[in-house]
């Protein structure tokens, strides 16, 4: 990943919100699937950006390349 970059979790990789996630030496920009986080009962971790699906739609529109996987 490079600065300026943007990390949207979903699904189960929701999960990671719940470990300590450093990525300080870097500008990137940490999101989670807000509807995955709570389905999971996982707290939100102040670092990381609760987005709904609209703003998941955003973000990606906001990057030229979006991979998934």
Known sequence: MSDGDALILIEDAVVLA???ITLEHRNIRISALS???DRRGISPIA???LVDYPGFV???A???HCLSW
């Open 35 to 37: 509807d995955d986080v």
């Open 58 to 60: 955003a973000l990606c």
């Open 62 to 64: 906001q990057h030229r």
């Open 18 to 20: 719940a470990i300590q």
């Open 47 to 49: 670092a990381i950006t």
